[in-house]
């Protein structure tokens, strides 16, 4: 699908930071699940390395595409780390951009909003999240100080543009 090629007015793209996409793209390739996880750590498996290397060579292609595709079309970006460490200024963001609105202060759409997104995840879940979801960079110390310097090497552009630059040492 690299190169099907579709006409869109808007994108939306949800990002996550390359240290916890990693390891649950991983969890989900050999798992076939988002919530189950291997029963060692991936740093443990004599494969991590190089799935280190391909995983940011592809993270950083993926997110070179659609930066510049963004030139083209409005694409509103938002990590996965705001919609669930706070949802509310993110949802209500993503509506402005999908209604071509300043704000959605004082509507019912707010309104809406802040009744889901206030009234726990549980109650509207689909997708059960696991364990210290939410926490920035909490897959850290399966990465090597090599890995990590990799990834912020070939990554740089991209962690600064979406905030992550903070990345662990």
């Known amino acids: 699908m690299k190169n099907a090629k579709f006409e869109v007015d808007k994108v939306i793209c949800v990002v996550r930071n390359p240290i916890d996409v990693y390891p649950s793209f991983a969890s989900l390739i050999a798992l076939s699940s988002h919530s ?6 991936w740093s443990s498996f004599q494969i991590w390395p190089t799935l280190v290397e391909w995983f940011t060579n592809q993270w ?6 659609l930066r510049q595709r963004a030139k083209q079309t409005p694409t509103f970006f938002i990590t996965y ?3 669930i460490c706070d949802p509310v200024p993110a949802v209500c963001s993503l509506f402005c951009f999908l209604l071509d609105v300043e704000s959605v202060e004082g509507t019912a759409l707010q309104a809406r ?4 997104c206030n009234s726990g995840h549980q ?6 999240l696991k364990q210290g979801a ?15 310097a990799l990834i912020k090497q070939k990554c ?4 600064l543009w979406f ?6 040492s």
């Open 36 to 41: 189950q996880e291997p029963s060692q750590p």
């Open 60 to 65: 950083r292609e993926y997110h070179d595409r």
């Open 81 to 83: 780390e705001e919609l």
């Open 113 to 116: 909003i802040l009744e889901v």
């Open 123 to 128: 109650k509207h879940e689909v997708y059960k």
């Open 134 to 148: 939410g926490k920035l960079y909490r897959q850290a110390p399966l990465y090597s100080a090599a890995q990590l």
């Open 156 to 159: 740089i552009s991209h962690l």
């Open 163 to 168: 905030d992550f630059a903070l990345l662990p």
